[in-house]
Nanobody, 114 residues
Framework: QVQLVESGGGLVQAGGSLRLSCVAS????????VGWYRQAPGKQRELVAT??????NYADSVKGRFTISRDSAKNTVDLQMNSLKPEDTAVYYC?????????WGQGTQVTVSS
């Protein structure tokens, strides 16, 4: 099992930046895959960025603007979001895959005003 706690959401103007952080209750390197997903109102949850082993994947919509990183000393997975757009507005969820079971954080709201 793993517990995930997100922080760092908020309200920002278009073109601005935010950094999301997710703290895991166990070693990041003991987790098969970690990442960030988001869900906008009326839409399905979608992948934003993931780290699987040493491979990093981004959704096309955020490539070049968002950067995912992990810190093994702090057991954190961060998402640096730059050049934010109104369409990035959503609840962002931290995700961890452990023994083929998905775990989710409670979510953090990101709102980008135009």
């Amino acid at each position: 099992q793993v517990q995930l706690v997100e922080s760092g959401g908020g309200l920002v103007q278009a073109g601005g930046s935010l950094r999301l952080s997710c703290v895991a209750s166990r070693s990041i390197f003991s987790i098969n895959a970690v990442g960030w997903y988001r869900q906008a109102p009326g839409k399905q949850r979608e992948l934003v960025a993931t780290i699987i082993g040493f491979n990093i994947n981004y959704a096309d919509s955020v490539k070049g603007r968002f950067t995912i990183s992990r810190d093994s000393a702090k057991n954190t997975v961060d998402l640096q979001m730059n050049s934010l757009k109104p369409e990035d507005t959503a609840v962002y969820y931290c995700n961890a895959l452990v023994a083929w079971t998905n775990y989710w954080g409670q979510g953090t709201q990101v709102t980008v005003s135009s």
